[in-house]
C-alpha cells in the first residue's frame, strides 16, 4: 500500500554533487526509521544513511562527510544530499522506510554513475 517514489539520480563526473529524493505516500510521522541503501554489482546491499523518528542519523563509514540525510516531515520526503562523488559510489540507490508496525516498503531504485 505504502509508495515511495525516489528521483534524483543520474550520471554524474567524479567530485560532482547529486540530491536523492525520496516521497512517501504516508505521512514520515508513521515511520521508526527511513534510510538509504545502495547495491553495486555483484555486491551486497549496503546501508548508505538513516535517519530515525527521532531526528538522529547514523551513516556509512564510506560516506562519512560527504553524505548527508534529511527529512522535510510537511512533504512527507526525505533527502539524500551527496557530494564529493567518487566512482566507488556508483550504485542503485534504495529508499526505505519502516514503520512503526514494523514494515518495511522500498522503492523501486534510482541508479547513480558516478565516472571518473
Known amino acids: 500500500q505504502v509508495q515511495l517514489a525516489e528521483s534524483g539520480g543520474g550520471p554524474v563526473q567524479a567530485g560532482g554533487s547529486l540530491r536523492l529524493s525520496c516521497a512517501a505516500s504516508i505521512s514520515i510521522f508513521s515511520t521508526d526509521n527511513m534510510g538509504w541503501y545502495r547495491q553495486a554489482p555483484g555486491k551486497q546491499r549496503e546501508l548508505v544513511a538513516a535517519?530515525?523518528?527521532?531526528?538522529?542519523?547514523n551513516y556509512a563509514d564510506s560516506v562519512k562527510g560527504r553524505f548527508t540525510i534529511s527529512r522535510d516531515n510537511a512533504k512527507n520526503t526525505m533527502y539524500l544530499q551527496m557530494n564529493s562523488l567518487k566512482p566507488e559510489d556508483t550504485a542503485v540507490y534504495y529508499c526505505?522506510?519502516?514503520?512503526?508496525?514494523?514494515?518495511?516498503?522500498w522503492g523501486k531504485g534510482t541508479l547513480v554513475t558516478v565516472s571518473s
Open positions: 535517519i530515525t523518528s527521532g531526528g538522529s542519523t
Open positions: 526505505k522506510i519502516r514503520l512503526i508496525n514494523g514494515m518495511d516498503y
